[in-house]
């Protein structure tokens, strides 16, 4: 092995994102350390196999690499992987072809983080807030979000159906102009 492709295959592992090659068939050609350690799968167990191994749909049906309709590089591209074993991991992902020096396709490299958890917090702060409105909205008492100026932010529909206004309509009024 040559010291550039030492330094190669250095990089490759080293680079803390999950980072592995296809070739023009979407057979694995390279997968890294990270990518082994997000997915489950070791390098041995990868090495020739097709990609959708561990794709999910939609892109177990339809490569977005491969798809001539999407623009290249990918770049920041959110999908869900499956990881050995069978559970879903969320991934944000960056992909690109590869060519040779004519130009022909000869495979792609995609790399990817594991966005699983921000995606399970983003869900546990949608779900709060919506228990949060409806919690706010179903209240028979009368309530009101002011700022330190007795502007309004926000009322329930008990307070907006009290003071005959409408709720979209009410923030920055003054709280004592419409009670």
């Known amino acids: ?10 990089i490759f592992d080293l680079i803390p994102s999950a980072l592995f090659c296809v070739d023009a068939n979407k057979n694995i050609t390279k997968w890294n350390k990270k990518a082994a350690q997000i997915t489950g799968y070791s390098q041995e167990e ?4 097709p990609c959708h191994i561990f794709t999910e749909n939609p892109c177990k ?4 690499l491969y798809d001539n309709s999407i623009p290249k590089p990918i770049i920041a591209k959110e999908c869900a992987i499956k990881i050995k074993g069978g559970s879903l991991r969320y991934i944000v992902k960056n992909a690109e072809l ?6 022909k396709i000869v495979g792609g490299i995609e790399i990817f983080e ?3 958890e921000r995606k399970q917090t983003e869900n546990k702060i949608r779900q709060l807030a919506e228990d949060w409105e409806n919690t706010f909205n179903t209240l ?9 100026d007795n502007n309004l932010i926000r009322v329930n529909k008990a307070f907006a159906e009290a003071s ?3 709720i979209d309509k009410v923030s920055g009024k003054k709280c004592y102009d419409i009670v």
């Not at 092995?1 to 250095?10: D, G, I, T």
């Open 61 to 64: 049906e339809k490569c977005d």
């Open 164 to 166: 005959n206004v409408e």
């Open 140 to 148: 028979n008492d009368l309530i009101s979000i002011q700022d330190t």
């Open 98 to 103: 590869l060519r040779d020096e004519n130009g």
């Open 114 to 116: 594991d966005i699983t």
């Open 1 to 10: 092995m040559n010291e550039h492709n030492l330094y190669s295959e250095f």
């Open 46 to 49: 990868v090495l020739g196999k």
